[in-house]
């Protein structure tokens, strides 16, 4: 690979890393969803500043083409990352179904205490 090759993966691993502190400084992303966008990141700049690695790990692997590990890997990471969103959603579900109930409870018991108090109302103001 050329200079240029190596030196573009390097700043695409530094700049993901970049994006991704300075959205957790600004609470726009929280710590336990960046933690796999930061070992794809810290990965990838260990890839582009030793690309040795790359060729010892696919080996090491028993992978062909080191190129394909990295693939690999990739889909790996999006894969728990996915895995982690469905679970965190299924858990925003269930907690959303609970508040959604407990509110119609809650409009279901204000709505009879406005009927019960209407009829004293009504019942007093005609004795």
């Known amino acids: 690979m050329s200079?240029?090759?190596?030196i573009f993966?390097?700043?695409a691993a530094v700049l993901a890393l970049a994006v991704v502190i300075e959205l957790l400084r600004r609470h726009s992303l929280r710590e336990r969803h960046a933690i796999w966008w930061l070992v794809a990141g810290v990965l990838a700049l260990v890839v582009g500043v030793f690309p040795g690695t790359l060729v010892w790990a696919a080996g090491l692997?028993?992978?062909e083409v080191p190129t394909n590990l990295v693939f690999f890997v990739s889909?790996?990471?999006?894969f728990f990352v996915c895995l982690q969103h469905s679970?965190?959603?299924t858990v925003l579900e269930s907690k959303t179904r609970v508040?959604?109930?407990q509110s119609a409870l809650l409009e279901l018991r204000?709505?009879?205490l406005e009927n019960d108090r209407q009829s004293a109302d009504g019942?007093?103001?005609t004795q």
């Open 87 to 89: 679970a965190e959603l």
């Open 9 to 11: 993966g390097i700043v």
């Open 99 to 101: 508040l959604a109930e």
């Open 61 to 63: 692997l028993g992978v």
């Open 75 to 78: 889909i790996a990471i999006l």
């Open 110 to 112: 204000i709505r009879q």
């Open 123 to 125: 019942s007093s103001s």
């Open 3 to 6: 200079p240029v090759s190596y």
